[in-house]
Each structure stands twice: as structure tokens, then as C-alpha cells.
């Protein structure tokens, strides 16, 4: 079957750090994106690792093991518009599986 | 700008009638894309899968009677949900992968549709 895991909801405060962990156990893998999504908006592309180890854009960083079916995405230098969720989501051959998403409430 | 194009963005329906979203790729030419729904406060659920010039593949659990998808063309497909029902409320999206084999897909804007 397809799993994949995310916290339902975190809470930051403006200008902190937040890590938004992902586990994931899928029949295939094909490499692992993250999404941003405002309420009632299509999801924004953030980042996608295929390898292990760190990417890092600007205030955001995703990170990708997949001996371990785990990622993260850290976001730095937290602002009230990173109120959103966050969506994990694994490329299997040509489909993307979606995590149940994360809400971020920054707070000032 | 958008290179996937979704239409209409909000949409009403009278239950039992049949509703048509229509998904578009701009400037590119995309042999697949994919239709997910989500309901509200929930993920996106991949519904099915839309390849140009066949069938669809559908998702288990997924109606393929009454979400109609037809990829006429390589830059057009079209969800109709047929025979329309309250539940079937929810927010369409669609997204298109950039070109064959390429990591970058990019996703409608999204049509939320109202069944009464």
C-alpha cells in the first residue's frame, strides 16, 4: 500500500526555525516533492529531492533519506504569510501520492 | 503566468445534472495529466490519470462512469462529473508534467464545484 505521513498541524512564531517531518512507505519512489497550499489556492511547487542528503533555497531546505523513507522541510526566518500547509508528496513512476497535508499558523 | 490553465474556477451545479472542468496546458504539450480532488481540510486524492489519445486510469475507488475524463488532445482534458451529487462537492485540480520523463509538474488553479 501507499503511506504517508505528516503532522496534521504546528504552530511558530514569526522569525523562528520549523522543521515539518514526512515519512513515507510507497510501492515505488521515484523522488519526493514539497508543496505550499493556501487555502482554496492549487498547490505552489516549494522543492524536490530525488537523492539523499540536503537541498537548501533560500529560507527553505528540503531534505531527503531514502533508506529511511524520510523527509523534511525546514523553513527559516518563519513570516505570518508562511501560515499555510505544506504538502508532502512521492513521485511514483508518473503519479504523485500525497501526505495528508500539514497547516503552519505562524504567529506574530 | 499560469501554464495550466483550469476552468471554470467555481462552478454550481443542481444535483443530478453533469458538470464539465476543462484543464488546459499552455505553450507545452502535455501527453499526461492527473485529476485529484480534495475535500476541505484534507489532501489532494489522485483520482486519475489522463493520457492523450486513450483511457484514463482511474484510481481504486474512483467512478470512472461518473467522472468522465477525456484527453482529446495534447493540450486539453476534460473531468465531467456526471449525474451530480451533493458530496461530490469538493475542490478539482489538475496538473500536466512539463515534458515526458521531466520532473516539473505544474498545477491548475484549481475549480471548486458546488452540487445543490
Known amino acids: 500500500g501507499q503511506n504517508i505521513d505528516q503532522p496534521t498541524e504546528m504552530t511558530a512564531t514569526e522569525g523562528a526555525i520549523v522543521q515539518i517531518n514526512c515519512t513515507y512507505q510507497?510501492?515505488?519512489?521515484?523522488?519526493l516533492f514539497w508543496y505550499q497550499q493556501h487555502a482554496g489556492e492549487a498547490p505552489t511547487f516549494l522543492s524536490y529531492n530525488v537523492l539523499d542528503g540536503l537541498e537548501e533555497k533560500g529560507r527553505f531546505s528540503s531534505f531527503l533519506s531514502r533508506s529511511k523513507g524520510y523527509s523534511y522541510l525546514l523553513l527559516k526566518e518563519l513570516q505570518m504569510k508562511d501560515s499555510a500547509s505544506y504538502l508532502c508528496?512521492?513521485?511514483?513512476?508518473?503519479?504523485?501520492?500525497f501526505g495528508t497535508g500539514t497547516r503552519l499558523q505562524v504567529f506574530p | 503566468g499560469a501554464v495550466v490553465s483550469q476552468h471554470p474556477s467555481r462552478v454550481i451545479c443542481k444535483s443530478g445534472t453533469s458538470v464539465k472542468i476543462e484543464c488546459r496546458s499552455l505553450d507545452f504539450q502535455a501527453t499526461t495529466m492527473f485529476w485529484y480532488r480534495q475535500f476541505p481540510k484534507q489532501s489532494l486524492m489522485l483520482m486519475a490519470t489522463?493520457?492523450?489519445?486513450?483511457?484514463?486510469?482511474?484510481e481504486q475507488g474512483v467512478e470512472k462512469d461518473k467522472f468522465l475524463i477525456n484527453h482529446a488532445s495534447l493540450t486539453l482534458s476534460t473531468l465531467t462529473v456526471t449525474s451530480a451529487h451533493p458530496e461530490d462537492s469538493s475542490f478539482y485540480i489538475c496538473s500536466a508534467r512539463y515534458r515526458r520523463g521531466g520532473n516539473t509538474i505544474y498545477f491548475g488553479e484549481g475549480s471548486w464545484l458546488t452540487v445543490v
Open positions: 489522463s493520457n492523450e489519445g486513450s483511457k484514463a486510469t482511474y
Open positions: 508528496a512521492v513521485r511514483n513512476t508518473d503519479k504523485l501520492i
Open positions: 510507497t510501492s515505488g519512489f521515484n523522488g
